[in-house]
Each structure stands twice: as C-alpha cells, then as structure tokens.
C-alpha cells in the first residue's frame, strides 16, 4: 500500500523558514517524481514544486520560486520542501504528492498544516 | 500560465442523477487534464487522467471527455459517496494549474 506522510508543520513568523519532510513507502521511491502541493484554507489547489526521480531537475511556480527548494533523499525514502522567507499568502495544507506520467498526481498524502502569522 | 476555467462553482443534485462538470482550458492543452475528488476533510484522489483514462479503483459511473479545449466530468449515477468537491487540473506546461473546484451537494 502506497503511504506518504507528512511532518515539519506549523505556526512562523512571517519571513522565517520552515522544512517539510515526507516519508514514502509502499513503492519503489526513487522510480517516481514527486511533487508538493498545496491548498490555503477554504481555497482551492495549488502546485508548488516537483523533482525528478533522481533529484536532478526541479520545478516551481514562479510564486515560490528562489524561496522554496524542494529535495529527496532516495535511501531514507523522504522528500523534503525547504521554505524560506515565508509570507502570510504561504498558510496552507502542503500535500506531499506522488507524479504518474507527467505532473499529475496519484497519490497524495494527508497534508500538513502551515501557518505563517505573526 | 494556463487558466483552467471551472464551471459550474456549486452544484445540488438528487440520487442516481447525472451529473456532468466542465473545465475549459485558455489553450491548447492537448490530453494533459486530470480531475480529482476532495472528499470533506480529506486529500484530493485522482478520478481521470489523460482526459477520459479512468485511475485504478475509481467507479465506472465516473467518465472523462474532451472537446477541443473543454473537458467534461460525468458522474452517471450520483451517489451519497459522490459528495465533495472536485477540481481539474492541466499538466501540460509550468505552472500546473488547477481549476477552481466544484462543490457537490446531495439536493
């Protein structure tokens, strides 16, 4: 059974950093892309950052870009989303999220909550 | 970016009604759409990907199609498991963006 779960989460200032990690099991990790995405309260979903299945290539929305860094660990089956210089527009759900043929995603775990208030 | 226009943004409906939600795309996204269900208070499940391919372990009663740049989502038989929200998604360019939602009630 595939699991993917989520830890790191919490109240921060605005403008400080949080990690988030998430811990895979149930497939070969380092056969897939992940993904994080993520859902302010009430709204609805957004794509924040994907790696390849090596940890070679990254992507992100310009949003996030040059403040979150996202990361793996292929032997500790854990993907990581370094958030820096984090905003009050950054509170949300963050969804670790795995990727099937292309940036679509089948599984997601059960979210952890951000948030960013001073 | 891409803007996924997601209609409609509520929807009441009875038992065994069906039940269809669009999304139409501001360009060619080729067959690079997915539809999720949202569940009240639980993560997002793939329901559709590729446009019409039904993900592993989702109802039948669940279709995916395509015409042009408008993508439908049709439930056949609504049932009270049917109740949530549901979102589209396109993955064919940076940043991957996702519809609005559609919030489902039983009416």
């Known amino acids: 059974e595939v699991q993917l779960v989520e830890t790191g989460g919490g109240l921060v200032q605005p403008g400080r950093s949080l990690k988030l990690s998430c811990v895979a099991s149930?497939?070969?990790?380092?056969?897939?892309?992940m993904s994080w995405t993520r859902q302010a309260p009430g709204k609805g979903l957004e794509w924040v950052a994907s790696i390849t299945n090596s940890g070679g290539s990254t992507y992100y929305p310009d949003s996030v870009k040059g403040r979150f860094t996202i990361s793996r660990d292929n032997a500790q089956n854990t993907l990581y989303l370094q958030m820096n210089s984090l905003r009050s527009e950054d509170t949300a759900t963050y969804y670790c999220t795995r990727e099937y043929g292309g940036p679509l995603f089948d599984y997601w775990g059960q979210g952890v909550m951000v948030t960013v208030s001073s | 970016d891409i803007q996924m226009t997601q209609s409609p943004a509520s929807l009441s409906a009875s038992l065994e009604e069906i039940v269809t939600i669009t999304c139409q795309a501001s360009q060619d996204i080729g067959n690079w759409l997915a539809w999720y269900q949202q569940k009240p208070g639980k993560s997002p499940q793939l329901l559709i990907y590729?446009?019409?391919s039904l993900a592993d372990g989702v109802p039948s009663r669940f279709s995916g199609s395509r015409s042009g740049t408008q993508y439908s989502l049709k439930i056949s038989r609504l049932q009270v498991e049917d109740i949530g929200s549901y979102y589209c998604q396109q993955a064919h360019s940076n940043p991957y963006t996702f519809g609005a939602g559609t919030k489902l009630e039983l009416k």
């Open positions: 149930g497939f070969t990790f380092n056969n897939y892309w």
């Open positions: 590729d446009a019409t």
